[in-house]
């Protein structure tokens, strides 16, 4: 089983850089895609970006230009490099996995963007 813990979440002034860490534990082997989704009070769940094994990323139409998504296999971990944060980027941010075996979350890390 592939398990997946969340961290770097916090707080954060309008404009500001946060990194979010994903650390890929268990039978990973079989992972082939990555991805960070979010939901914010109130909406919908929905997906940030996303990153193959082979670094082919996606991005949602807001993330494009501020977010980055990128994935260290020899490590198991995956990161979000979100940069120019703005209030509506509040929201609980959960890290995915993808592969063979099913799918698998995170726990989720909080972001919140206020001044």
């Known amino acids: 089983q592939v398990q997946l813990v969340e961290s770097g979440g916090g707080s954060v002034q309008p404009g500001g850089s946060l990194r979010l860490s994903c650390a890929v534990s268990g039978n990973s082997v079989h992972i082939e895609t990555m991805a960070w989704y979010r939901q914010a009070p109130g909406k919908q769940f929905e997906l940030v970006a996303t990153v193959t094994r082979t670094g082919t990323t996606f991005y949602a139409d807001f993330a494009r230009g501020r977010f980055t998504i990128r994935r260290d296999n020899a490590e198991n971990m995956t990161y979000l490099e979100m940069n120019d944060l703005k209030p509506k980027d509040t929201a609980v941010y959960y890290c995915?996995?993808?592969?063979?075996?099913?799918?698998?979350w995170g726990q989720g890390t909080q972001v919140t963007v206020s001044s």
């Open positions: 995915n996995s993808e592969g063979t075996s099913g799918a698998t």
